[in-house]
C-alpha cells in the first residue's frame, strides 16, 4: 500500500498534533503516523498519577486553542489530557496508528519524501510519500536508563520514571530514586507519601524553586535582563529554602532561566520534597558507584539494600535510529545541530517539531513556525 499526501508528520504527541492542526487550519493536507495507539501516549500511558503541568496554563498552550477559563493556573494530568483530546477534535486531527517508521529519505528525482512503515496491527509495511517531512518524535522518544557496573544483577524492581504510576505498592519498602529532576523529586515525594522509605541520588547541581517563583520569573523576563531576574529569583529561593547544600543540594553555578535558556535544563519546582529532605524523610545520597544484587554502593563508600530502583534519568531520540538524509539536521544524539530558535528547518523540506528543551511553549512554536514556513512555500511554487 501506498499513500501520498503533502505533509507527513511522524508523532502524535503535542508536537505532532499541533502541526497538523495548523496545517487543516491552511487546508494543508497531511498525515500523521504514529506508532502507538492512541495519541499523547506520554502522557497517556508514561506518566505518573499526581503529575501537573509545572508552568502555568497560558504557557502549555497549543496554537490557536487558549485552555478554558475555569481551568486552575496549573493544569493537572487529567486537565491537560482532556485538552488534548479536545484540540484533536476540534481540528479534526486524525493520527494513522500502530504505525512504526522503519525508515525515511528523500527521493531527490521527484522531490519527495519516502517513509516505510510497519502496521503492527496486521505486520504489513506500507509505503507514505511526502513532499515535506515533519519529525514530530521529539526529545522524549524513549526512556533512558544510564549503564552502570552490576545493575543486572539487582534483584528487585527496576522502572524508568515514564512507568511510575504512584507509589501504593511500595509502603514500607526501602525504594531508591535515580535522578533530582522534576520527576525524580516529584516521585521521591510520591513514595515517601505513600509509606515507602525513600533515598535519591543527587549527582548534578540543582536550582529548586517554587511555581510562583517561576512564574514571576517568566513575568520579569519581559522587562528587564535574564542575569537581574536570576538574581531577583536566587534571592527569593533562598529565603524559602536556606541553604540547601546544607542538605547535599548544590546550587549550579549559572542562573535557572540562564540555564534554561542555553542549555534547556530546567529548576526543580518543589512539590513538597524539600520539606521532606529536611525532616530527614527523603534521604539524598551521592551517584551510585555500583551494584551487587540487592545492593547498591554510593560514591561515599555507603552500601545500601534497596527493593525496588527507579531512574528518573530522562529520555532520549530516536530518531537518527530510522531517519535517512537529514541533510546535517541533527547531531549524533538525535538533536538538532543548530541553536533555538533556528532549530527547526533542514534541507529538502525537512522539520523538526519538539526539540527545543522549551517544553509545551516549545513545541507551540515550533508548529506555528513550521505551519507558516510550509504555507509559504506551496505559496510561492503556485
Aim: aromatic share 10%; charged share 20%.
Amino acid at each position: 500500500m501506498q499513500q501520498e499526501t503533502v505533509v507527513l508528520i511522524v508523532g502524535a504527541g503535542p508536537a505532532g498534533l499541533a502541526i497538523s492542526a495548523c496545517l487543516n487550519l491552511q487546508n494543508v493536507p497531511n498525515i500523521v503516523l504514529e506508532k502507538e495507539d492512541l495519541c499523547a501516549s506520554l502522557w497517556k500511558k508514561r506518566s505518573y498519577d499526581r503529575l501537573k503541568l509545572h508552568l502555568t496554563k497560558q504557557l502549555c498552550e497549543l496554537p490557536h486553542m487558549p485552555f478554558p477559563q475555569n481551568a486552575p493556573t496549573f493544569v493537572s494530568k487529567t486537565g491537560f489530557i482532556q485538552y488534548l483530546d479536545n484540540y484533536v477534535s476540534h481540528f479534526n486531527v486524525n493520527p494513522v496508528y500502530h504505525r512504526t517508521v522503519e525508515s525515511a529519505s528523500f527521493d531527490k528525482r521527484g522531490g519527495k519524501w519516502l517513509v516505510i512503515v510497519r502496521n503492527t496491527l496486521f505486520n504489513i509495511v506500507e509505503k507514505y510519500e511526502g513532499k515535506f517531512l515533519v519529525v514530530a518524535t521529539g526529545e522524549n522518544s524513549e526512556g533512558y536508563i544510564p549503564n552502570i557496573p552490576g545493575l543486572g544483577s539487582f534483584c528487585g524492581e527496576v522502572m524508568h520514571s515514564s512507568h511510575y504510576k504512584n507509589g501504593k505498592a511500595f509502603d514500607g519498602k526501602n525504594v531508591l530514586v535515580v535522578g533530582c529532576g522534576n520527576s525524580g523529586m516529584e516521585i521521591a515525594y510520591d513514595l515517601s507519601n505513600s509509606g515507602a522509605q525513600t533515598s535519591i541520588v543527587v549527582r548534578s547541581p540543582v536550582h529548586v524553586l517554587t511555581k510562583r517563583m517561576v512564574q514571576l520569573g517568566m513575568v520579569l523576563l519581559k522587562f528587564v535582563t535574564c542575569e537581574l531576574v536570576d538574581n531577583i529569583i536566587l534571592t527569593l529561593s533562598k529565603l524559602k529554602y536556606g541553604n540547601l547544600s546544607d542538605y547535599g543540594l548544590q546550587k549550579p553555578n549559572q542562573g535557572p532561566f540562564y540555564l534554561k535558556k542555553t542549555t534547556g535544563r530546567s529548576p526543580v519546582i518543589d512539590v513538597g520534597t524539600i520539606e521532606k529532605i529536611k525532616a530527614q524523610e527523603i534521604k539524598v545520597l551521592p551517584s551510585i558507584q555500583k551494584v551487587n544484587g540487592d545492593y547498591v554502593q554510593f560514591a561515599n563508600g555507603e552500601t545500601k539494600s534497596f527493593y525496588a530502583i527507579f531512574f528518573a534519568t530522562g529520555y532520549k531520540s530516536t530518531v537518527r535510529k530510522w531517519l535517512k538524509d537529514d541533510g546535517g539536521l541533527f547531531n549524533e544524539e538525535g538533536m538538532p545541530k543548530k541553536r533555538v530558535p533556528n532549530h527547526w528547518k533542514g534541507e529538502n523540506g525537512l522539520y523538526c517539531a519538539g526539540f527545543s528543551r522549551g517544553g509545551l511553549y516549545g513545541i507551540s512554536n515550533d508548529a506555528k513556525s513550521i505551519a507558516l514556513d510550509i504555507c509559504s512555500v506551496l505559496g510561492q511554487q503556485k
